[in-house]
T-cell receptor, first 113, second 115 residues
Framework: EADIYQTPRYLVIGTGKKITLECSQTMGHDKMYWYQQDPGMELHLIHYSYGVNSTEKGDLSSESTVSRIRTEHFPLTLESARPSHTSQYLC????????????FGNGTRLTVT | AQKVTQAQTEISVVEKEDVTLDCVYETRDTTYYLFWYKQPPSGELVFLIRRNSFDEQNEISGRYSWNFQKSTSSFNFTITASQVVDSAVYFCALSSGYAGNKLTFGGGTRVLVKP
């Protein structure tokens, strides 16, 4: 069973602040992903990484940025938070083959006031 | 483009009733994988099952069963004798080489099982 951790679990922050959502996994998975989940439940891929120093934007345009300096760590940063960024952010990881299931963290619920 | 559609947004049943969740997908690839995930109120998505496009054998696992029909591009999921703990959002998802191996999720179906 994959261990993948997201912090913080909940975050309420004012407009204009810079924030970083942390995601770490201990399984040595090459692939990592960030999904944004609307209040209406839909999941949208916003960033993914196939390995160290590899990051790509997902299907949904996002003002956030990511980095992958270490295999186990895939943080997401918002330089200037806005109310439109209010959402749940889910991090996931998987082994390299495309038929591998994703293992998800518990998510970070972000509220920007 | 690949797409996954879950037409039912919410299903409410009384405990012990059966629940069937519909999933229809679109992809250009001939080789692809289909998944079902469960998202309980705690928030994390839990992997339930994976099926490849060449394996149309339906499966039963405890109270869960899956019906994959390639001819209708459907991958339906049934919970038999539902329990309150089955209350969650269920997501169908698709992965194929055409989409760069990224997972595409359906909109989810919220299942509410009442005691």
């Amino acid at each position: 069973e994959a261990d993948i951790y997201q912090t913080p679990r909940y975050l309420v922050i004012g407009t204009g602040k810079k924030i970083t959502l942390e995601c770490s996994q201990t399984m040595g998975h090459d692939k990592m992903y960030w999904y944004q989940q609307d209040p209406g439940m839909e999941l949208h891929l916003i960033h993914y990484s196939y390995g160290v120093n590899s990051t790509e934007k997902g299907d949904l345009s996002s003002e956030s940025t990511v980095s992958r300096i270490r295999t186990e760590h895939f943080p997401l940063t918002l330089e200037s938070a806005r109310p439109s960024h209010t959402s749940q952010y889910l991090c996931a990881s998987s082994v390299s083959s495309y038929n591998s299931p994703l293992h998800f963290g518990n998510g970070t619920r972000l509220t920007v006031t | 483009a690949q797409k996954v559609t879950q037409a039912q947004t919410e299903i409410s049943v009384v405990e012990k009733e059966d629940v069937t969740l519909d999933c229809v997908y679109e992809t250009r690839d001939t080789t692809y994988y289909l998944f079902w995930y469960k998202q309980p109120p705690s928030g994390e998505l839990v992997f339930l099952i994976r099926r490849n496009s060449f394996d149309e054998q339906n499966e039963i696992s405890g109270r869960y069963s899956w019906n994959f029909q390639k001819s209708t591009s459907s991958f339906n999921f049934t919970i038999t004798a539902s329990q309150v703990v089955d209350s969650a959002v269920y997501f169908c998802a698709l992965s194929s080489g055409y989409a760069g191996n990224k997972l595409t999720f359906g909109g989810g179906t919220r299942v509410l099982v009442k005691p």
